[in-house]
């Protein structure tokens, strides 16, 4: 049940032929792939690592991570992947935590070296509940947690998704995700390893080098934001889109105007789905059959969800009937749902009703039909050009810089990001100096893209800051 032979069992009998379609025109095969892997596993196990260890990576996007990543699951190690953009200090924290035994940033160079080591031949086995992957988040509150994957939540999701999207051998898919989040590592690899396809394989997504890509593609996946960017460029034409047969979305929100404009543009319909780290996919809108502008669509199949009541995150509706529960936060229960935060148990204990659903902090409803609809959060989170960025995190720096008394960090509407991070400051500071430091001390995609200063932050009676009046006030902010 290790899910490295899942999907080495799909590989093409022809293990020549492409998995990696590079930028510079060289190809990587499936065959060199699954040597990367073996060698990889090879010198994970000649430096002692053991089944349920961890290897921590941070590094740029390159198929030498997708070597060691497969190198690991197949050794029975553990994959912990690290944005590129997390500070020194920020690595600390997961290293701290997570005590990974190998700590990889050069891939390409680990993987050379790697290829002097015999391969392991046979795949230490594991069980469907073992750990796989270890994936940091911020979850609905508090510090960065690992969100404990197993073998069996990656590879039920990775069938249902295959099955879903309607992938075959024959698919080319575009890839220029980043690879240290679920969307680029499991979404979209597995996909394309299940099929055993080849993936136009870009470092990370700039217009131009994604619309040569469409060319060959025929299935691309992204977050909202690369959807509006290749709206805004007119070389993204119908013509350009005609060869590709689904252009699928998430991480955050679509907007319904990017919908539109995208379907008027090229004739076809976004198929946006909803995924979180703790559970990989939850719901997608059909291969065939309607999308609809605004709805994730429907549970994937072993996927119950359920909407648990007026924001009350810790208790459980008791309704397991998605039909008629009016609109609340979101609750799951299936096969890829994580099995909890790594080291925290009284953390995973808020996180899970007492018959087992995971409480994702998203709030929506469902209709009739069955189909799911996100209105809101109800964790306190910004999604930037889908990332996350927990606000808590960000206030801490800020609070500490002088000049400032208190500071609240919120997300409003920005046209390329979704969402662009914005901190109200009660005090006083230098704009351009304070976002430095927030970058010097986070990484930059947390960093407020805007600080403005006031003189007092609203609060309701209990003294809390009225972050909802905030977002209200600064909506436009992005809008000159
Ligand atoms: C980069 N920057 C960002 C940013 N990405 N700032 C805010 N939000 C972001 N998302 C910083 C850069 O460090 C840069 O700083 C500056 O902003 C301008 O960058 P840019 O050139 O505009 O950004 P770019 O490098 O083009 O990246 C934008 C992006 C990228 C949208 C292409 O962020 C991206 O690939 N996002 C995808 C995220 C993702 O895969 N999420 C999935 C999570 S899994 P400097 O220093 O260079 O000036 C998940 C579950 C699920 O959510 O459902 O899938
Ligand atoms: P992450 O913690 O990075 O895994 O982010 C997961 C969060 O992204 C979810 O809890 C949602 O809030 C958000 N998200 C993912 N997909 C969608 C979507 N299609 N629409 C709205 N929000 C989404």
């Known amino acids: 049940m290790n899910l490295y032979d899942l999907l080495a069992s799909r590989f093409p009998a022809d293990r020549s032929k492409p998995c990696f379609l590079l930028s510079d025109g060289r190809a990587i095969s499936y065959g060199e792939l699954e040597a990367g892997a073996a060698h990889a596993a090879g010198r994970l196990v000649a430096q002692g690592v053991q089944p349920g260890d961890r290897v921590a990576l941070q590094a740029e996007k390159s198929a030498e991570v997708i070597m060691i990543y497969l190198g690991v ?3 029975g190690a553990v994959f912990l ?33 790697a290829a002097g080591h015999a ?3 046979a795949t230490a086995p594991r069980a469907a509940g073992d750990l796989a992957s270890l994936i940091y988040t911020s979850g ?18 990775a069938l249902a998704l295959h099955a879903a999207w309607g992938f075959t051998p024959d698919d080319v898919l575009l890839h220029a995700l980043p690879i240290f989040h679920v969307h680029g590592l499991f979404v979209a690899l597995h996909c394309a390893l299940l099929s055993g396809c080849p993936m136009v394989w870009l470092p990370k997504f700039a217009d131009a080098e994604v619309l040569a890509g469409l060319d060959r593609a025929t299935v691309m996946m992204g977050v909202p934001t690369f959807y509006t960017r290749l709206l805004a460029n007119p070389g993204f034409t119908r013509e350009v889109a005609a060869g590709v047969r689904a252009f699928i979305c998430g991480s955050a929100p679509l907007l319904p105007s990017t919908f539109a404009e995208f379907e008027a543009r090229t004739g076809q319909r976004i198929l946006e789905r909803y995924g979180m ?31 648990g ?14 039909d008629g529960g009016g609109t609340g936060v979101i609750q799951i229960r299936g096969p890829s749902v994580f099995s909890g935060y790594w080291r925290m148990p009284e953390k995973t204990a808020e996180e899970f009703t007492a018959d087992g659903f995971f409480i994702t902090g998203d709030v929506g409803r469902c209709d009739s039909d069955g189909r799911v609809w996100i209105s809101g959060r109800a964790k306190d989170l910004i999604i930037s050009g889908g990332y996350n960025v927990y606000p808590k995190e ?33 005090g006083q500071g230098d704009e351009a100096a304070m976002i430095a430091e927030a970058r010097r001390q986070l990484a930059a995609y947390k960093a407020p893209k805007r600080v403005v200063f006031v003189d007092e932050l609203p609060r309701n009676a209990m003294g809390k800051v009225q972050k909802n009046l905030l977002r209200q006030r600064y909506e436009r902010l992005f809008e000159s």
């Open 394 to 426: 960000v206030e801490l720096v800020l609070d500490e810089l002088p000049g400032v008394v208190e500071s609240a960090v919120i997300g409003v509407p920005h046209r390329d990001l979704g969402e662009g991070v914005v901190a109200v400051v009660m």
């Open 81 to 113: 992947p690290l944005n590129s953009a997390y500070t020194a200090s920020e690595v600390d924290y997961f290293r701290g935590d997570a005590e990974p035994k190998v700590f990889v940033t050069d891939p390409p160079a680990w993987v050379a070296e």
């Open 140 to 157: 609905t509150t508090g510090r960065s947690k690992g969100a404990m994957l197993s073998h069996g939540n990656l590879a039920e999701n």
């Open 309 to 322: 009541g007026e924001e009350t995150p810790s208790i459980a509706s008791g309704d397991t009937s998605p």
């Open 119 to 121: 391969p392991l031949e």
């Open 277 to 307: 780290s703790e559970a990989v996919i939850i719901t997608s809108n059909p291969l065939d059959g309607e999308r609809i502008a605004g709805s994730v669509g429907y549970p994937l199949p072993g996927v119950e969800l359920r909407i």
């Open 73 to 75: 699951l197949k050794a």
